[in-house]
């Protein structure tokens, strides 16, 4: 009997409930052009168990971090601070012209704490999302370390603006993107049929309007998708059920994954997202975040048109956005209070010495109804 399990136990199931129902009666809805209404900008707290995360990450006990990656959300930086910028006494070991890292538990050369892109590789499949790691990653531990036990499994991932995310993943495919290579696993099954959307070996030099134009663009509400436990809604069988219930049910249960994982950032606000890390899993980072506002794919120059027709095909996506803008400033509002409070004033700590005034001005005026 495989022993191995996945505990999420995050919040009380009397929280969940409360932030389900508050989430359902202010659900958002979109004008055009995808923005919020005002009478739902008023935002009621999450309970204090969903928004407080405060664990002592066990690095020579049988925690381990998991690293959803979602394509375009700085994912590769943020990927690159966990295996060479934590300030740990045996941190991973990384090589010159490998791109794996040893992230092995101290005294040992193969139990694993993190399971990421550098540092186990793509184990799980290429950008592996909610459905594939959770079902993979369990039993990819035992067979790796030969022993069947139980692992306390931390999940964690970045999210960002949906369009801009959208225009750096169109960038990227006209660069020769695929992700041809990708299993799409869901109930123990491997989608290799899906539709695409181009003909030959890849779709270098798309046009943005060609990309929005094709049904089956996987680029369209991905981190929605990539977050939702996908099983519900018959996988990638577009015939399981209608396209209303299944984007209903898709977006709820991205949400509900979203509010059970132990930690998530924002790609928008890199100082805040060090500070939540850091305060969740008592992990230091050794060199400070970099907020960079400008990327090659924001200064694309797009005509209003185009931006409606982007948020009209990520509409789930920038639901999903700004609903994880609520919790992510509630919690990290929360965990400031909380920390600020303690004998050490964690403004003047060396370990988060980043923190000072700049990183407020990471909130920009068009937040401040999350705060």
């Known amino acids: 009997m495989r022993l191995s399990v996945l505990i999420i136990f995050f919040c009380t199931s009397s929280d969940i409930l409360e932030d389900v129902r508050w989430d359902y009666q202010y659900s958002t809805r979109f004008r055009t052009g ?64 490998k791109k794996r890292c040893d992230c092995f538990r101290p005294g040992s050369s193969h139990s694993h704490w993190l399971f990421s892109r550098y540092s186990t590789g793509w ?32 999940y964690i991932t970045m999210l960002r603006n949906p369009v801009s995310r959208y225009l750096s993943e169109w960038r990227h495919v006209q660069r020769g993107a695929t992700w041809k290579n990708s299993k799409h696993m869901c109930d123990g099954k491997g989608t290799n049929e ?41 996988c990638y069988n ?3 059920m209608s396209e209303q219930e299944r984007n209903n049910k898709m977006l709820k249960s991205a949400k509900k994954n979203l509010r059970h994982m132990a930690y998530f950032g924002l790609t928008e606000y890199q100082k805040k997202s060090q500070f939540i890390f850091e305060k969740t899993f008592k992990l230091n980072f050794i060199d400070p975040f970099q907020q960079f506002n400008r990327t090659l794919a924001e200064q694309s120059p797009i005509t209003n048109d185009e931006r409606k027709q982007i948020e009209k095909l990520n509409q789930l996506d920038i639901e999903l956005y700004s609903f994880s803008k609520k919790l992510f400033f509630q919690r990290y509002n929360k965990m ?16 988060i010495s980043s923190f000072s005034s700049v990183e407020d001005n990471e909130l920009s005026s068009d937040d401040s109804h999350y705060v």
Not at 147 to 153: A, F, Q
Not at 336 to 351: D, L, R, V
Request: glycine fraction near 6%; aromatic fraction near 10%.
């Open 336 to 351: 400031k209070e909380i920390f600020s409070k303690q004998k050490s004033n964690w403004e003047s700590s060396s370990s």
């Open 34 to 97: 995808g923005n919020l209404s005002v009478s739902h900008r008023r935002t009621k707290p999450f309970s204090e168990k969903t928004l407080v995360r405060d664990y002592h990450f066990d690095i020579n006990g049988d925690d381990v971090l998991v690293f959803l990656h979602i394509q375009k959300t700085g994912g590769t930086t943020f990927g690159k601070h966990l295996v060479k910028n934590m300030a740990m006494e045996n941190p991973c070991k990384c090589f010159r012209g």
């Open 194 to 234: 899906l539709p695409v959307c181009y003909s030959g070996e890849d779709w270098k030099n798309v046009e943005l309007k060609e990309f929005m134009a094709c049904e089956y663009n996987l680029a369209n509400n991905r981190q929605t998708r990539m977050l939702a436990d996908l099983s519900i809604i018959g």
């Open 123 to 154: 184990s799980c499949g290429l950008h592996a999302d909610w459905t594939e790691l959770t079902s993979c990653v369990p039993q990819w531990m035992d067979q790796k370390e030969k022993l069947i036990k139980k692992r306390r499994y931390y």
């Open 238 to 240: 577009m015939s399981f």
